[in-house]
């Protein structure tokens, strides 16, 4: 790197951390909102008379259009720019959030739902190709991992933020502020990123990978992320509802135990890329695998617990394995992937994630339905762990050079 590359490098370093902590707060503000729904799902039932499968059509419809959109979604990030799609995403998903507090019946509230989908389906693939672009390629892994430790976050607010709002402007009045929220960080978007025309500055200029050529390697990572991701949705959909109804908790309990995983997920999240680059670097697959491995044996103990303090324990435990190995899956792949089709593989990637976000809230309420038995949900939920190291071990491919 000759002296003009250098200072280059030195002045948009700031502009990487701000662009670090602005896809940061947009996958915070995303997964409120989508988050609402699941604190909601008991209320939203009540008020439709709805059975267990119902509802998990509801917490499915959003997934439903979501994973379909992941692909395409990501073409447009690489065809019009990240800048462009996140606005044009920001602005859907937050007024289909409020949209959502005007749904008068079940099928209104399942087309409002699938609208929404669409309208965040581009936003994972710009916001992480953001973070490709921004940051060198021996940051690049870390920082990727430390995006995806947002979304666990986003969770883990979302029942302080998302539970009061319902208690004090009922389930309809929630979706209409945690919409208005998402304007706000719209507004704080544009201000930063302006203009919109001028693309995220590459800060590796000297990316010599193949380029035009679609990376098959990531349907491993996709099926990695589908397995570990069956376990987050299924979970994240339902254990609200298992709290309230199985385990008597209320609102107010709910606010306090729900987050209690999410919060140890965003922190093994966060400390993947440095445990993958320094530990594991060269043999970066493996940390996945092991990941996925322990996640198994904490599903098969929280299927066998009995007790409250059990079932919470263990979850909280394979969230934070789970989340090590899917964040390190999104590292893994940031090293792996040209620049030029990154915002398609991403979207490749993120489409098993979304499609487990479908299946896993309708199986787990037929689940449910059938044997009247969340621990038989638990049960099923651990195979999807047992997936997720078997495609693990089938991923391709070193860390560029």
Same mark, same amino acid.
């Given at each position: ?34 988050? &609402? ?26 997934? %439903? ?35 959502? #507090? ?23 693939? &710009?916001?992480?190709? +953001? /973070?490709?672009?921004? %940051? ?5 892994? +870390?920082?990727?991992?430390? @995006? ?18 319902? @208690? ?39 990316? +010599? ?43 107010? #309990? ?24 320094? %530990? ?57 992937? @040209? ?27 037929? /689940? ?9 949900? %638990? ?5 999807? &762990?047992?997936?997720?190291? /078997? ?11």
């Amino acid at each position: 790197m000759d002296e003009s590359q250098y200072l280059m490098s030195q002045n948009e370093r700031p502009k990487s951390y701000r662009t670090l902590v602005l896809v940061f707060l947009g996958f915070i503000i995303c997964f409120i909102d989508r988050s &609402a729904m699941n604190i909601a799902l008991a209320y939203v039932g009540k008020s439709f008379t709805l059975t267990p499968a119902q509802l998990g059509v509801v917490g499915s419809a959003f997934f %439903f259009s979501y994973s379909l959109m992941q692909v395409p979604g990501g073409w447009l990030v690489d065809r019009f720019g990240t800048k462009w799609m996140t606005v044009l995403s920001l602005l859907a998903w937050s007024v289909f959030t409020m949209m959502t #507090g005007f749904a008068w019946s079940f099928i209104s509230l399942i087309i409002i739902r699938i609208l929404f989908g669409i309208g965040e389906g581009s936003y994972p693939s &710009a916001a992480m190709k +953001q /973070v490709r672009l921004a %940051f060198p390629e021996n940051k690049r892994g +870390q920082a990727s991992a430390v @995006a995806i430790s947002s979304n666990y976050i986003g969770n883990a607010l979302a029942p302080f933020i998302v539970a009061p709002l319902i @208690a004090m402007l009922s389930w309809r009045g929630a979706f209409h502020v945690v919409g208005v929220l998402g304007l706000i960080y719209l507004a704080l978007y544009y201000f930063f990123e302006r203009p919109l025309n001028r693309e995220i500055p590459d800060y590796d200029t000297g990316d +010599q990978k193949v380029k035009g050529k679609f990376d098959w390697r990531v349907l491993s990572f996709s099926v990695v992320v589908f397995g570990f991701s069956v376990i987050t949705k299924g979970l994240d959909t339902w254990m609200p509802t298992y709290l309230l109804q199985a385990r008597h908790i209320n609102l107010k #309990g709910i606010a306090w135990l729900v987050p209690l995983p999410s919060i140890t997920a965003g922190i093994g999240s966060f400390i993947a890329g440095f445990i993958m680059v320094k %530990f594991f670097a060269g043999h970066e697959k493996w940390l996945i695998s092991l990941s996925a491995l322990i996640t198994m044996v904490f599903m098969y103990g929280m299927f066998h617990s009995l007790s409250l303090t059990g079932v919470i324990t263990f979850e909280v435990l394979a969230y934070f394995t789970k989340s090590i190995g899917f964040a390190a899956s999104y590292a893994f792949v940031a090293q792996l992937v @040209a620049k030029t089709n990154y915002g398609a593989s991403i979207g490749v990637v993120n489409f098993g994630g979304q499609l487990a976000g479908f299946l896993a809230p309708i199986l787990i309420g037929l /689940v449910i339905q059938g044997t009247h038995s969340y621990t038989a949900a %638990f049960l099923v939920l651990t195979f999807f &762990a047992l997936l997720a190291f /078997v495609a693990s071990l089938t991923i391709q491919g070193k860390k560029a050079n």
